[in-house]
């Protein structure tokens, strides 16, 4: 379901969060807030597909969104899960080709959408919006070179103890933002696979496992210096 913001100006406290709007002056993120409209989706409802027509930026108001590519036998593989303040779509505004991926809400959500034309419309009257969009795509794109490498190049224990580390950011207690399914995906490893490593981990005394999501990291330092064959 799409509508109106109700009260544009209600969404500029998600607006603001977003990395290209962050810092804009209040005339500048107004005209962002009144462009914008509200989607709200069930959990399990699809933001778009692949085939469907792109040109839209959608920032997550609340809940949680995962973009996923489905492989010709039908497998997931897991391309990120974002967050309130988080945003997809934005290659589809400079291209006219159809979207190539999914994106389906994994919680109850709530989508800011803007329209493609408009918001090009509005980086042509203040370029500091049009050089933070190609600042956020330069590193977008540099995090999803080294995601590659990473699967490429890296064991799955090696690539595991870095995604704990990267999500943990400095604390001891993580509680996934996805199922541990998910999070093996994103990883290019099987569920197996994961709980295996996350066991082997466990028994090393490095992390301790609780419940279906939550990990605690026992010795960071030691973690990242650990490492096993495979």
């Excluded at 607006?15 to 005209?31: A, C, D, Q, T, Y």
């Amino acid at each position: 379901m799409t509508h109106s913001c109700p009260s544009c100006e209600g969404h500029r406290g998600c607006l603001e969060h977003v990395p290209i709007f962050k810092g804009l002056n209040p005339v500048e993120m107004s005209e962002i807030a009144h462009i914008a409209a509200s989607r709200e989706l069930k959990k399990g409802e699809m933001v778009y597909g692949a085939g469907d027509e792109g040109g839209t930026l959608f920032v997550l108001y609340t809940g949680k969104v995962k973009r996923y590519r489905l492989s010709e036998s039908g497998k997931e593989q897991v391309l990120e899960v974002i967050g309130m303040g988080e945003f997809i779509g934005e290659l589809s505004l400079f291209s006219s080709l159809p979207l190539t991926d999914y994106a389906e809400a994994i919680e109850d959500s709530t989508l800011c959408t803007l329209q493609g034309q408009k918001l090009k419309e509005l980086m042509s009257k203040y370029p500091s919006i049009a050089f933070k969009v190609m600042d956020e795509l330069s590193r977008r794109l540099e995090k999803a070179e080294s995601r590659i490498e990473s699967i490429s190049l890296t064991s799955v224990t090696r690539r595991l103890i870095d995604a704990l580390l990267e999500l943990a950011d400095g604390k001891k207690e993580i509680n996934l933002p996805m199922t541990k399914g998910d999070f093996a995906s994103q990883l290019g490893m099987s569920q197996e696979t994961l709980s295996r490593k996350l066991s082997e981990l466990q028994e090393e005394g490095l992390l301790r496992l609780k419940g279906h999501r939550k990990i605690i990291i026992l010795d960071p330092d030691a973690l990242d210096e650990y490492e096993i064959e495979g």
